[in-house]
C-alpha cells in the first residue's frame, strides 16, 4: 500500500507540539499580511478627515463617504440591501451617537470605528485563510515532484479560468491554481480542486482524473462527469488549531464515505485519501486503521515534509 511508504504506525500521523507552534506563527503572519491595506486605509481615513472642524463637517467630506459607512458598522454585503436614506441614517447615528460625545477625539473614535468594522472583514478572511495555505502547500508539493520527475505541466488559473504553461520556479502559481495537468508514461492525468462531481453533488477538495485537461468542459463528456475517469478523491484539512481536529476529521471522513458510496453505485472503487494539518491521537488512530483496511487508501500530515512529500510523488505517479 502507497501509505507504508511514509507512515508505520498511527503514531506518524500525529501533529506534533512543534508543528502546531509553527502553524499558529504562520497564520499570525499571514494575518498581518491581509491586515496591511486596512491599517493603510485607516491611516489615508484619519488624514482625509482632519478637513472636519467638528464630526457633522465630515458629512461634507464625499472621498470619506464609503469610509463613515464602514465606520457605522456597514459591512459591504449590508450596504447591497440599504437605500440612500438608510445609509445616511446609520451615519448620522455614527455621528451623534460616538463622535460627537468623544469631543476633540472624534477623528480617532472615527478611525477607531472603521478598523473595528474591518476587523470583522479581516475575521472573514482569515476563517478562510488556514484552508488556503494548506492548498498551497499541496500544490507546490506536487509541483515540486513533478519537477523532480523532469515532467512539464500546465495549471489553470483561477481567475481566468484557462489552461497556462506551468513553470517549476514560478512561485506564484500556488496562488491562482484550480488545477494540474501533466503527462506521466504516456497516461493524461488532470487534477481538479474544489470540484462537484454531478453524481456526488457535494464539494470535494481534490479530484484526479485519467484524462487531459481539455477533456474538462461543459459538455455532457466532460471528465468529471464522467465516474470511470476519476483515479483518486482526496480531502484537504489545512486549518493547524487542535481544538478543531477532530471536527475537521468528521468532516473529511463524512466527505469520502459518501465518495465511496457514490462510486459504489457504479461498480468502481477509486483511490481515495486525507490530508490533514492538525492531527490528533484518536484521529490518528482511526485514520490508519482505515488505512489497513484499504478503505482508505493514501494518508498524511501536511506538517510533516517526508509525508507531503511522499503522498504528492504518489498523485504524480498513479
Known amino acids: 500500500m502507497p501509505y507504508n511508504e511514509h507512515i508505520k504506525k498511527w503514531e506518524d500521523l500525529v501533529t506534533t507540539q512543534e508543528a502546531t507552534r509553527k502553524g499558529f506563527i504562520s497564520i499570525a503572519f499571514e494575518k498581518n499580511i491581509k491586515g496591511t491595506p486596512f491599517i493603510e486605509e485607516a491611516k489615508s481615513l484619519k488624514v482625509l478627515a482632519t478637513k472636519a472642524k467638528k464630526p457633522k463637517d465630515l458629512l461634507n467630506l464625499t472621498d470619506i463617504y464609503p469610509s463613515l459607512l464602514t465606520a457605522s458598522?456597514?459591512?459591504?454585503?449590508?450596504?447591497?440591501h440599504l437605500s440612500n436614506k438608510d445609509k445616511t441614517e446609520a451615519i448620522t447615528n455614527l455621528i451623534e451617537k460616538f463622535l460627537e460625545p468623544a469631543g476633540n477625539d472624534f477623528i480617532d473614535e472615527l478611525v477607531y470605528r472603521f478598523l473595528l468594522t474591518k476587523g470583522d472583514a479581516l475575521g472573514g478572511i482569515m476563517r478562510n485563510i488556514a484552508g488556503n495555505l494548506g492548498e498551497k502547500k499541496l500544490i507546490r508539493g506536487i509541483i515540486s515532484s513533478l519537477s523532480l520527475k523532469g515532467l512539464q505541466f500546465k495549471y489553470l488559473h483561477k481567475q481566468s479560468k484557462t489552461w497556462i504553461e506551468g513553470i517549476h520556479a514560478d512561485t506564484t502559481i500556488e496562488e491562482n491554481t484550480k488545477g494540474l495537468y501533466w503527462k506521466i508514461r504516456r497516461k493524461n492525468r488532470t487534477l481538479l480542486l474544489n470540484l462537484t462531481p454531478p453524481f456526488i453533488a457535494k464539494n470535494v477538495d481534490l479530484c484526479l482524473f485519467a484524462g487531459r485537461f481539455s477533456e474538462f468542459n461543459n459538455n455532457d463528456s466532460s471528465i468529471h462527469k464522467t465516474p470511470e475517469k476519476y483515479i483518486a478523491l482526496g480531502e484537504l484539512k489545512g486549518g493547524i488549531d487542535p481544538a478543531g481536529a477532530d471536527e475537521h476529521w468528521k468532516t473529511a471522513n463524512t466527505a469520502l464515505e459518501r465518495i465511496r458510496s457514490a462510486f459504489s453505485e457504479f461498480k468502481l472503487n477509486p483511490n481515495t485519501f486525507f490530508v490533514g494539518a492538525a492531527i490528533e491521537k484518536s484521529m490518528a488512530q482511526e485514520i490508519y486503521s482505515q488505512?489497513?483496511?484499504?478503505?482508505?487508501?493514501?494518508?498524511?500530515?501536511?506538517?510533516?515534509d517526508e509525508q507531503l512529500i511522499s503522498i504528492c510523488d504518489w498523485i504524480c505517479s498513479i
Open 73 to 80: 458598522g456597514l459591512s459591504e454585503k449590508a450596504l447591497g
Open 291 to 304: 488505512l489497513e483496511s484499504k478503505s482508505l487508501t493514501n494518508a498524511a500530515n501536511l506538517t510533516v
